[in-house]
């Protein structure tokens, strides 16, 4: 009995990286692209992988940073996107940006000539059939709307198509514990029992007037046409539309000083504390809450280091509000990427929850072996949870912390979501090692920890 090939529907990063993993595995698979038959609000060209926001895959840096580590990690595997882009490099210093055009039609060219891939151009406007035994959605964040409507209908997660708020989320040890504590409101214990799962940044009465100021007066990101008629999620105000509602707004909100003692100055009461919770189970990671914004990254760093014991800080990701479509990722998908309640069905790309250009591609990466690896009658374990495209995985299948209202959130890779380990403190003269320099060569060790990590899930 001949088997069916593998499915996978959208050819933008995600999709034509899962496409050519399965392809170079030897498995027939059918690639489905609704353009140019149907077109999306932003895409110019009918090409694969088409870069429709920056032209960049950001830092090629490996020892030093995480999307670096993800570029090699996904050079070692075939990535057919990495290909692309550095056979299509553009000068932009330590990052990895392309030529738009070049690089697309580079991708578009090597799945339209494989001998394993069959291109089908039209919109899937349904659920997967269920003769479709071996299916892979990589539909993006302009998944159509008959197609995020039978999703929903099959998760019964309201997860698709809004505002998706974001908050920034900062690197625990860049937080300055000589300023900020750990206590909950009131002392009250969460549902593991612990009575100070958060981390408080106080603030006095100036402090918050010249911080309330600078919200209303910072840079603001634009909605885009096609974003503007999107409502907000659930109600969630962006942190500076709620400092316009009047100066007091934001103490009665998310930045009310009650339940709280300060045990650096307990006679002194704080007139707003800003809260940090544990956005992931290894507890690097901090999500400023209530924080989500459209002000302009840069406007960002300068306005959230105001606060006193963030002055310091390191940001994993910054705020943000945009239009979006992803899953709720850690309900829905076992290790596999599969849907737990439809294990045919595997979800790739931005659509599981990760952000940016190569996370996306690394998720189609992953999905493509794991799916030509069940075709082919084996069972492909996760990378290690020590390698960016391993961490990627756990984050977004059970790593992350829901917040009180059971929320997931997008995040890109860095290296908060690998599994830590302690830097070294002296350099090879044995001359001590200051902060900035000790958290450098840490980078630098858990990269090389990664990559061999990769290099032995290959082997075995």
């Given at each position: 009995?001949?088997k069916?090939?593998?499915?996978?529907?959208?050819?933008?990063?995600?999709?034509?990286?899962?496409?050519?993993q399965?392809?170079?595995?030897g498995?027939?698979?059918?690639?489905?692209?609704?353009?140019?038959?149907?077109?999306?609000p932003?895409?110019?060209?009918?090409?694969?992988?088409?870069?429709?926001?920056?032209?960049s895959f950001?830092?090629?840096?490996?020892?030093?940073?995480?999307?670096?580590l993800?570029?090699?990690?996904?050079?070692r595997?075939?990535?057919?996107?990495?290909?692309?882009?550095?056979?299509?490099?553009?000068?932009?210093?330590?990052?990895?940006?392309?030529?738009?055009?070049?690089?697309?039609?580079?991708?578009?060219?090597?799945?339209?000539?494989?001998?394993n891939?069959?291109?089908?151009?039209?919109?899937?406007?349904?659920?997967?059939?269920q003769?479709?035994?071996?299916?892979?959605?990589?539909?993006?964040?302009?998944?159509?709307p008959?197609l995020?409507?039978?999703?929903?209908?099959?998760?019964?997660?309201?997860?698709?198509?809004?505002?998706?708020?974001?908050?920034?989320?900062i690197?625990?040890?860049?937080?300055?514990?000589?300023?900020?504590?750990?206590?909950?409101?009131?002392?009250?214990?969460?549902?593991?029992?612990?009575a100070?799962?958060?981390?408080?940044?106080?603030?006095?009465?100036?402090?918050?007037?010249?911080?309330?100021?600078?919200?209303?007066?910072?840079?603001?990101?634009?909605?885009?046409d096609?974003?503007k008629?999107?409502?907000?999620?659930?109600?969630?105000?962006?942190i500076?539309v709620?400092?316009?509602?009047?100066?007091?707004?934001?103490?009665y909100?998310?930045?009310k000083?009650v339940g709280l003692?300060?045990?650096h100055?307990p006679?002194?009461?704080?007139?707003?504390?800003?809260?940090?919770?544990?956005?992931?189970?290894?507890?690097t990671?901090f999500?400023?809450?209530?924080?989500?914004?459209?002000?302009k990254?840069?406007?960002?760093?300068?306005?959230?280091?105001?606060?006193?014991?963030?002055?310091?800080?390191?940001?994993?990701?910054?705020?943000?509000?945009?239009?979006?479509?992803?899953?709720?990722?850690?309900?829905?998908?076992?290790?596999?990427?599969?849907?737990?309640?439809?294990?045919r069905?595997?979800?790739?790309?931005?659509?599981?929850?990760?952000?940016?250009?190569v996370?996306?591609?690394?998720?189609?990466?992953?999905?493509?072996?794991?799916?030509a690896?069940?075709?082919l009658?084996?069972?492909?374990?996760?990378?290690?949870?020590?390698t960016?495209?391993?961490?990627?995985?756990?984050?977004?299948?059970?790593?992350?912390?829901?917040?009180?209202?059971?929320?997931?959130?997008?995040?890109?890779i860095?290296y908060?979501?690998?599994?830590?380990?302690?830097?070294?403190?002296?350099?090879?003269?044995?001359?001590?090692l200051k902060?900035?320099?000790?958290?450098?060569?840490?980078?630098?060790l858990?990269?090389?920890?990664?990559?061999?990590a990769?290099?032995?899930?290959?082997?075995?």
């Amino acid at each position: 009995m001949t088997k069916q090939p593998i499915h996978v529907v959208g050819a933008g990063l995600a999709g034509s990286e899962a496409a050519w993993q399965i392809a170079q595995a030897g498995v027939p698979v059918i690639l489905h692209e609704m353009r140019p038959h149907r077109a999306t609000p932003v895409h110019q060209t009918s090409g694969f992988a088409e870069l429709v926001c920056s032209n960049s895959f950001r830092s090629d840096d490996w020892e030093y940073n995480a999307v670096g580590l993800l570029h090699a990690e996904m050079r070692r595997l075939d990535s057919a996107i990495l290909c692309a882009a550095d056979h299509h490099q553009v000068p932009a210093g330590g990052a990895l940006a392309v030529d738009r055009e070049g690089y697309s039609q580079a991708v578009t060219t090597a799945l339209r000539t494989h001998p394993n891939v069959t291109l089908v151009n039209e919109e899937l406007d349904r659920w997967p059939p269920q003769d479709w035994d071996n299916v892979i959605i990589a539909t993006g964040p302009l998944t159509s709307p008959a197609l995020s409507e039978a999703i929903l209908s099959q998760t019964g997660q309201d997860a698709l198509a809004f505002f998706d708020a974001i908050a920034p989320i900062i690197h625990a040890d860049s937080i300055n514990m000589d300023i900020a504590w750990r206590q909950s409101r009131y002392d009250k214990e969460g549902p593991g029992g612990d009575a100070a799962a958060y981390i408080n940044c106080p603030m006095d009465r100036d402090q918050y007037g010249a911080f309330i100021q600078a919200l209303i007066d910072g840079p603001k990101a634009e909605f885009r046409d096609w974003e503007k008629d999107t409502p907000y999620f659930d109600g969630c105000l962006p942190i500076e539309v709620m400092a316009e509602r009047g100066p007091e707004t934001l103490r009665y909100g998310p930045m009310k000083p009650v339940g709280l003692t300060n045990p650096h100055n307990p006679a002194v009461k704080a007139y707003a504390i800003v809260q940090l919770r544990q956005d992931n189970a290894l507890g690097t990671l901090f999500n400023m809450v209530g924080f989500q914004t459209k002000l302009k990254h840069g406007a960002q760093t300068e306005v959230f280091r105001m606060i006193p014991g963030l002055e310091n800080a390191q940001f994993a990701r910054l705020g943000g509000l945009h239009r979006n479509t992803f899953i709720q990722s850690p309900k829905l998908l076992d290790a596999q990427l599969r849907l737990t309640s439809q294990p045919r069905i595997r979800f790739a790309g931005q659509i599981t929850g990760v952000e940016g250009y190569v996370e996306s591609a690394a998720m189609g990466l992953m999905a493509g072996r794991f799916a030509a690896a069940q075709w082919l009658g084996a069972e492909l374990s996760p990378p290690p949870p020590h390698t960016a495209l391993g961490a990627l995985i756990a984050h977004v299948t059970g790593g992350h912390l829901a917040d009180d209202k059971g929320s997931f959130q997008p995040m890109n890779i860095n290296y908060g979501l690998l599994p830590p380990m302690e830097g070294p403190r002296h350099d090879a003269d044995g001359k001590r090692l200051k902060p900035p320099e000790r958290g450098r060569a840490k980078k630098r060790l858990m990269s090389q920890r990664a990559l061999e990590a990769l290099e032995s899930w290959v082997s075995s």
